[in-house]
């Protein structure tokens, strides 16, 4: 079982810059892919950035350029940096991974989310 806990988000103004994290309970190495969703107000959740085993990485086109995905697999933890953030980019966002490679790259795990708000 891998649980993953996103500690509290924040909230920066437009152009500024947030550092998110998310902690597993297993040795991040021994998960497959990786990634953070999120989940604009009335909106649905959606992948927008991904990090495979093999450190491949994936962006949404709305944060393709401003936002970067790691994970560091001593330290058990995956992160996203979140630069020039836009008021677009408020929202919920859950980490989540998969201890399977996926086609559609669908997660088995999330974490209870974190809350950006980004003030204009």
């Known amino acids: 079982q891998v649980q993953l806990v996103d500690p509290v988000g924040g909230v920066v103004q437009a152009g500024g810059s947030l550092r998110l994290f998310c902690a597993a309970s297993?040795?991040?190495?021994?998960?497959?892919?990786m990634g953070w969703s999120c989940q604009a107000p009335g909106k649905g959740r959606s992948l927008i950035a991904l990090?495979?085993?093999?450190?491949?990485?994936g962006y949404a086109d709305s944060i393709q350029g401003r936002f970067t995905i790691s994970r560091d697999n001593e330290k058990k933890t995956l992160y996203l940096q979140m630069d020039s953030l836009e008021a677009e980019d408020r929202g919920m966002y859950y980490c989540?991974?998969?201890?399977?490679?996926?086609?559609?790259?669908?997660?088995?795990?999330w974490g209870k989310g974190t809350q950006v708000n980004v003030s204009s």
């Open positions: 297993v040795s991040v190495a021994s998960i497959k892919h």
């Open positions: 990090i495979k085993d093999s450190e491949s990485t």
């Open positions: 989540a991974a998969s201890s399977v490679r996926r086609i559609d790259y669908s997660m088995d795990y």
